[in-house]
């Protein structure tokens, strides 16, 4: 099983850190948007200085689409480094799929084969059938998203079914039937640990993909005591802008990942 790959590292350098490769453009340091491929320079550095104590890292694939195919080669460049000089290293590629199962042959292909990453996020609107694709994939894992971090995030998930909202029911359908594989993982957003608390009753064994600590105001004590599993893993929390953009990429890392860990 590919999650494996994740917790193998997670125990190797006791950090649950997701550090988000989203090299916005036009937020890149003068030097590097001087630079033949700036993209890929600043995500090689930002790999260098924080790798130590990351367990996975996730580029979000918009900021490298903004640019074309400019911007596609130097995600695939990223991800040929991390391959080559970290493969220990858990990936992840963030782009949030969904669409027919034929088209999803398409992604999966491109994502998993062309790019290299171990993992992608995917949206469950269109069910397991549509997402068969990727859930037939033994080799690598689906992160469904369950309840999101964005602030409209309960204008659907929120809505109630027979008794249960769309997320709780979104959970129990990846626990019991489309992890069948143990390749699926969830996306649960920091912002709401009450939900996450719920969640993580429905899915003991599941891991979740958590956004929205730092710019977006998640508390991270709560989304570890929220979403931690009985083995102290179960998370890979992620940060982007609170670290690739700060002053010192490597020590705003660090900090992270022993925050994480006074509450594990």
Known sequence: MLIDKYNQRVDAINSLLCVGLDPDFDKLPTKFKQKKFPQFEFNRWIIEQTAEYAAAFKPNIAFYEARGEQGIHELKMTMDFLIEQYPDIFTSCDAKRADIGNTNNGYAKFIFDWLGFDSITLHPYLGSEALKPFLDRKDKVSIILCRTSNSGAGEFQDLVVDG???????????????????????????????????????????????????????????????GLDKSGKGLMINSARGIIFSEDPAKAAKALRDEINQYR
């Open 164 to 226: 249960q909202t769309i997320w709780e029911i979104v959970a129990e359908k990846v626990a019991n039937e489309w992890n069948k594989n143990s390749n699926c993982m969830l996306v649960v957003g920091a912002t709401y640990p009450e939900e996450m608390k719920r969640i993580r009753e429905i899915t003991p064994g599941v891991t979740f993909l958590v956004p929205g600590v730092g710019a977006q105001g998640g508390d991270v004590g709560d989304a570890v005591r929220s």
